[in-house]
């Protein structure tokens, strides 16, 4: 019988709950991130050196993942990168997203990151990340103020990321 290790549960809600991905979720998970990222990306920062760190949100009626992130750590400087972060079509707009991201940034605190860095997807990713704490690096809020290109399209570009400080 295969040897099963108990996954700790992060966060429980009555319709889900959210808890660190068992390593046979983490290809699904990734697969996931690609409809909505890039795939190059999501396999280049997956790939990165570093503790990786993936969680899903699971619905408890089906017991599917609807949802997940993940984060590779590097504890040589206390920082994160973002590889990934989606929630099922279906399933959005329920507050899952951000509570994903909450539970997410807790336990990097815990591990000792204290900033997170990721490229965002789209312009809606950007403004989500942005309601949820996260900020252009100085330089692109100068050239956005300076040029008010803000609309133009700079999402997914490895050069234009966004940092939150834990
Ligand atoms: C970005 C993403 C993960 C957000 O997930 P989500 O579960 O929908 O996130 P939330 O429900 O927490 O918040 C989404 C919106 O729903 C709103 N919302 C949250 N709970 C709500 C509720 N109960 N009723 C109505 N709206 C609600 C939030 O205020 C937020 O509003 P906004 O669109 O103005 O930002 C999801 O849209 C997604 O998977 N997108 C594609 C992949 C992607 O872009 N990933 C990010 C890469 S950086």
């Known amino acids: 019988m295969a040897h099963q290790v108990a996954l700790r549960v992060l966060h429980d809600s009555e319709s889900y709950c959210i808890r ?9 998970l990734l697969k996931m991130f ?3 990222m890039s795939k190059k990306w999501v396999d280049q920062y997956h790939n990165l050196p570093g503790k990786k760190f993936a969680l899903v ?3 408890k009626e089906t017991n599917k993942v609807i949802g997940g992130i993940e984060r ?3 504890f ?22 951000a509570t994903l991201l909450k539970v997410m940034d807790d336990e990097l ?7 997170i860095t990721t490229v965002p997807a789209s312009k809606n990713a950007a403004e989500f990340l942005k309601e949820n704490g996260y900020e252009y690096e100085e330089f ?15 999402y997914g570009f490895d050069a234009f990321k966004m940092k939150k400080y834990l």
């Open 72 to 74: 590779v750590v590097d």
């Open 20 to 28: 660190e991905a068992a390593l046979d979720e983490v290809e699904p």
């Open 57 to 59: 949100a699971v619905d």
């Open 140 to 154: 692109i809020k100068s050239f956005l103020a300076a040029t008010g290109k803000s609309n133009v399209a700079l």
């Open 109 to 115: 605190r815990n591990m000792g990151v204290t900033c």
């Open 34 to 36: 690609k409809k909505d």
């Open 76 to 97: 040589d400087t206390g920082s994160a990168t973002g590889v990934g972060f989606a929630v099922l079509k279906d399933f959005r707009r329920r507050g899952i997203g």
